[in-house]
């Protein structure tokens, strides 16, 4: 093939290349999720599979710019041939609304380039290797996009195929080349037709079929609600039979699901107080008992609520864990209740004691004065209960308590001696030391008492 051929076989490749324009289309790709019943919902682009759930964006409404919900249905009920196949048709039809052309235009120059090329060059078997480098692109390109002006590129393959011949033969025998060909594909993929746009009826159909699919009964009110939303509206032209019919219908569902959930909420209400009183009683038995009625119940209410009696049941497991343990720590407290008993006999004395120097501390922790007959009382009483209480020996429960009521009692001590120290030498200073130690000594006092009245009582849930 002589230059003059081949810069002419450029030119109507490029005429052939430019022949068909598209236009783009600006909104988003419609897909079809097909249900294994027949029925389908419309994807407002892509779907997404997750786990056992399909996710996609579902218009709530018909038009060219609807509102959008995410919905999610179980994947084991999509016929996922049929809604792959779609996807197929749809994704090509976007292609050829937006970026066939724009690719082919591409290809179109490209190719030409390589031809172009072909007739400045000299070397046959260079110009033979172009040839075959723009013959395989062409006969790869429609497989990749759609197949695409596939009848075009038939015709510019004879044309290629025509101009490799000539250039084999012009190369003579002496020359070694490889052709490697690939042949477009004579039959067409099954695909599935585009559906029309989804006309009001339709979309609220689909909304209602979302609202059946919906885990969560939150989700599944919301998406009825939006479906009452629309047959509500009066600038809708839907058949007046159905319309009647399907909003009763949906009202009906409401309704039935928010009676639902009353009596979900009753029973969660009930099984947590009665569990609560029953693991306060430490009543192993008895809290296990409430987790079998939970679930009679729920069965009687025909199994409505998976979710709300899970997270009721983890609930009353908690209290059931609960009293084990308080039923565990009071069986030790009864083991241990003779101890204790004997440690309560032999402090109740010093306690008492200890209560009746609360006027003359008070007294010395406001400053309101402190006679020597009250401070040798106080010093007499001192004595005698840290002198009882080094003969006590606790148990092991009560060694914290103990310790912070001997320490109580060494404050007042030491508040009675800083008080006739201040007395003595006049000083406000040393005064308001000894209110210290006695607010310090009817602080620790009373932590004491409560303290051991805590451990005294059987353990209580907090």
Do not use: C
């Amino acid at each position: 093939m002589s230059n003059r051929e081949l810069t002419g076989a450029a030119f109507i490749f490029f005429l052939l290349m430019r022949s068909l324009t598209a236009s783009a289309a600006d909104d988003a790709t419609i897909f079809r999720v097909f249900l294994k019943d027949g029925r389908s919902l419309v994807s407002y682009g892509e779907i997404a599979r997750v786990e056992s759930r399909v996710v996609f964006s579902m218009p709530m409404s018909a038009g060219a710019k609807p509102s959008l919900r995410l919905v999610d249905i179980p994947a084991d009920q999509v016929d996922w041939d049929r809604t792959d196949r779609y996807a197929a048709t749809a994704r090509s039809g976007r292609y050829l609304e937006t970026q066939a052309e724009i690719d082919y235009t591409a290809l179109s120059n490209q190719i030409t380039q390589t031809l172009t090329a072909v007739g400045e060059t000299t070397d046959t078997t260079r110009r033979l290797e172009l040839v075959q480098q723009a013959r395989k692109a062409l006969a790869d390109w429609p497989l990749n996009h759609y197949n695409y002006r596939e009848s075009d590129i038939r015709q510019l393959l004879t044309l290629l195929d025509q101009a490799i011949a000539d250039l084999r033969l012009t190369a003579g025998a002496t020359a070694r080349f490889e052709l490697n060909l690939v042949a477009v594909s004579s039959s067409p993929p099954v695909v599935e037709p585009l559906l029309p746009e989804p006309t009001e009826r339709e979309m609220i159909e689909q909304t209602v079929i979302a609202a059946h699919f919906a885990e969560s009964t939150t989700e599944r009110v919301s998406l009825l609600k939006v479906a009452a939303k629309e047959l509500a509206r009066t600038d809708v032209d839907l058949p007046v039979e159905w319309a009647t019919t399907t909003r009763a219908a949906v009202r009906r569902e409401i309704a039935t699901e928010a009676r639902i959930d009353r009596s979900y909420q009753a029973l969660t209400t009930r099984m947590t107080n009665l569990a609560d009183y029953r693991a306060r009683n430490a009543d192993v038995l008895g809290v296990e008992r409430v987790i079998a009625r939970i679930y009679r119940r729920d069965a009687w209410l025909g199994g409505m609520r998976p979710d709300t009696v899970s997270a009721l049941v983890a609930t009353v497991e908690e209290r059931l864990d609960a009293a084990r343990r308080l039923r565990l720590a009071r069986d030790r407290w009864a083991l241990r209740a003779p101890d204790l008993a004997t440690y309560r006999a032999a402090i109740s004395r010093p306690l008492d004691i200890f209560a009746q120097l609360r006027p003359a501390l008070e007294d010395i922790k406001s400053l309101a004065g402190s006679s020597p007959s009250t401070l040798e009382r106080l010093d007499r009483l001192v004595a005698w209960i840290l002198m009882r209480a080094s003969e006590i020996s606790p148990p092991d429960e009560l060694t914290g308590p103990h310790a912070v009521f001997i320490s109580a009692v060494h404050m007042a001590e030491n508040a009675a001696i800083i008080r006739r120290e201040a007395t003595l030498a006049s000083s406000v200073e040393r005064a308001w030391d000894a209110s210290s130690a006695a607010a310090g000594a009817l602080m620790l006092g009373t932590r004491a008492r409560s303290d051991m009245r805590a451990v005294f009582r059987p353990p209580q849930l907090p």
